[in-house]
């Protein structure tokens, strides 16, 4: 397995090589796609790197509405998904022609859209947030009424954290961390009194409250480095161990939930990037009636954080 691993890493180097690809990839990957990527992040950093590139290729090593926010940004430029129906459930949670209906049913609000989301949705939208700036994206808008779309938690999240704005939230959620109970995290911390409990905005309220800090993937990560942090337990998707325990050996990191795998992550393996880069294929491209519109929402959260 390691010898066959090293051997697709090498074709893959070369051929990223010859094709002047750039590979990208989330924090939840498979810990041998982390490990042959160019750079792993959460989801903002992501895109901002996609924006920064100049590569020819993108291949993105994560999920379709990530892939698309790359070619959002990067209209000129071929963006690989190595496996096509790697989706996001809470993404297709929520339709263009929902948003729309919720629209007119609340004139006045601005649509703050969470990047887990389609182009199509993003189109509808007037600015777009991730988990690591969601707060300050709400805090930049006057407005006092906010339509926020589609993750229910995160918005609720935000609410307990910014004044005199009413948000009127979407009924989405990601079903790998509705997965976390407030249980667990309450066992491990009897368990592991000296941890930290560290969390994804996306988990439901009631883990939020128990969790001492509430971060971003990248956030957590950057949390974990800190001196004073000998153990955590990790509220999220269980594929950010990989990273955790390479860039801090010596440190504890316990999954908060052996059940919080996000199966489509998963489906981007070493052969697929290969296969991928090999046969410049499966491409997302965002079509051209809907790219502007959808660049207006991405880049007003850009020029915010
Ligand atoms: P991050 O932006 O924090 O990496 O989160 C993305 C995501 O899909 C979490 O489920
Ligand atoms: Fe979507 Fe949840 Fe998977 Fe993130 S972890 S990609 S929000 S299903």
């Not at 990957?29 to 590569?55: H, M, P, R, W």
Request: glycine share 4%; hydrophobic share 40%.
């Amino acid at each position: 397995m390691v010898n066959r691993d090293a051997e697709l890493t090498e074709k893959i180097l070369s051929l990223k090589k010859r094709r002047s690809a750039v590979i990208l990839a989330h924090n939840y990957q498979l810990g041998e796609v982390q490990d042959i990527a160019d750079f792993v992040g959460d989801s903002l950093e992501l895109s901002q790197k996609a924006a920064k590139t100049n590569a020819d290729v993108i291949v993105f090593c994560g999920v379709h509405f990530m892939a698309e926010t790359a070619s959002i940004l990067c209209p000129d430029k071929v963006v690989l998904l190595p496996d096509i129906n790697a989706g996001c459930p809470m993404a297709n949670m929520i339709t263009a022609e929902g948003l729309r209906q919720k629209k007119r049913e609340h004139p006045g609000a601005i649509v703050v859209c969470y990047i887990n989301s389609s182009a199509e949705v993003k189109a509808e939208s007037d600015i777009c947030c991730t988990s690591a700036n969601a707060v300050k994206v709400i805090e930049s808008l006057e407005a006092p009424e906010i339509l926020f779309i589609p993750d229910q938690y995160l918005g609720h999240y935000i609410s307990t954290k910014t004044d005199n704005k009413k948000m009127i939230l979407w009924p989405g959620f990601c079903s790998t961390h509705v997965r976390i109970q407030p249980q667990d995290i309450i066992r491990l911390k009897l368990e592991y009194p000296q941890a930290k409990a560290v969390v994804h905005p996306e988990c439901r309220p009631e883990v939020i409250t128990l969790a001492d800090e509430v971060l971003s993937t990248s956030g957590l990560c950057r949390y974990a480095s800190r001196s004073e942090v000998k153990e955590m337990i990790v509220g999220t998707e269980i594929g950010i161990t990989h990273k955790l325990k390479k860039e801090n050996p010596g440190k504890k990191f316990i999954p908060a939930s052996e059940q919080a795998i996000c199966p489509n992550m998963k489906l981007i393996t070493l052969e697929k990037v290969l296969w991928s880069l090999e046969e410049m294929t499966p491409e997302v491209k965002v079509p051209e009636e809907i790219r502007p519109k959808a660049r207006t929402a991405v880049d007003k959260m850009l020029e915010v954080a």
